[in-house]
């Protein structure tokens, strides 16, 4: 049953008091924590009523004028809201519908790749990884476990070096050299072992063959002993968003069993790419 005006005047009202009350450990955390609400609150308010002034909005949320206009013209600066040049009035951009396509994308994502990461683990018993970019690193969104008990540095949310990882190299080479460049101009070159890339150059170097090949590798450059081969996930615009990789033991890599492994990875990962939506994904298997 759809709210009623009322329902959703009170749930805001709920909300509001709820943030109020939290207290977070501390009473600057605390208040975060109430600005936070308000923040929500507002945006709440602004997309029922499609558009609304400084002082309805204050009636509503029962917040001053002083607050309810600082917040607004933060989200205004953002981008989050506009305000009509006539009527003064707020409404909500775009922008919040983008931030949710992401969240959407994210979720179809780690749900059609889950389906190809449980099969390859069953077949090769080895650690499969689904990472993305994030800024100047990749994140770790989904991990099927080794059967063999492998200890890696790695789980769900959690950040790795882009010039030392399979994955953090896929998503480079399907950049624009210019771009690939720009964000590693910010990367902090750390060694983890002696076989670790430590300048922008080097990597930059090796990115048209990882394209070429259609898969990126780490050869012990994040941790000794464990290597790693990736190849890319593409939505359906074509753009790379993730990488797909298999983590495993060096002493067990032998020329056939890193065979194997390119060819499952890049059938899985033209699968999931399909089921986002990627159409031109079969040719570009057969150039990789």
């Not at 002034?53 to 506009?82: D, F, N, W």
């Not at 059609?112 to 080895?126: F, S």
Request: glycine share 8%; with cysteine.
């Amino acid at each position: 049953m759809a709210a009623t005006g009322k329902q959703r005047k009170d749930d805001v009202a709920a909300q509001m008091q709820d943030a109020e009350r939290v207290d977070c450990g501390g009473g600057e955390r605390g208040e975060s924590a109430s600005s936070i609400g308000r923040v929500f609150a507002i945006l709440g308010t602004i997309g029922d009523s499609g558009q609304i002034g400084i002082s309805e909005l204050s009636q509503r949320l029962a917040m001053s004028k002083t607050t309810v206009h600082r917040v607004t013209q933060t989200l205004k600066a953002l981008g989050y809201v506009t305000q009509e040049v006539e009527t003064e009035r707020y409404r909500l951009t775009i922008r919040l519908f983008e931030l949710s396509a992401k969240a959407l994308e994210s979720v179809d994502l780690v749900r059609e790749a889950d389906v190809e990461m449980r099969r390859i683990g069953q077949v090769t018993r080895e650690a499969v990884h689904l990472g993305a970019f994030d800024e100047d690193a990749i994140i770790y969104i989904h991990k099927i476990d080794a059967d063999y008990g492998l200890r890696m540095q790695s789980r769900i949310g959690r950040r790795n070096p882009l010039h030392s990882t399979a994955i953090g190299k896929v998503l480079l080479a399907w950049m624009d050299p210019l771009d690939a460049r720009d964000v590693l101009s910010h990367v902090e070159f750390r060694k983890s072992t002696q076989k670790t890339l430590t300048c922008a150059e080097a990597v930059l170097s090796i990115l048209p063959h990882v394209r070429e090949q259609g898969y990126g590798e780490d050869n012990e450059e994040q941790e000794e002993g464990l290597q790693c081969i990736a190849v890319p996930v593409f939505d359906r615009f074509g753009r790379v968003i993730a990488g797909l990789s298999i983590s495993f033991p060096t002493m067990r890599c032998g020329a056939d069993t890193k065979s194997h492994y390119v060819a499952l990875l890049k059938q899985s990962g033209l699968a999931i790419s399909t089921r986002l939506g990627y159409r031109e994904a079969t040719a570009h298997a057969a150039a990789g």
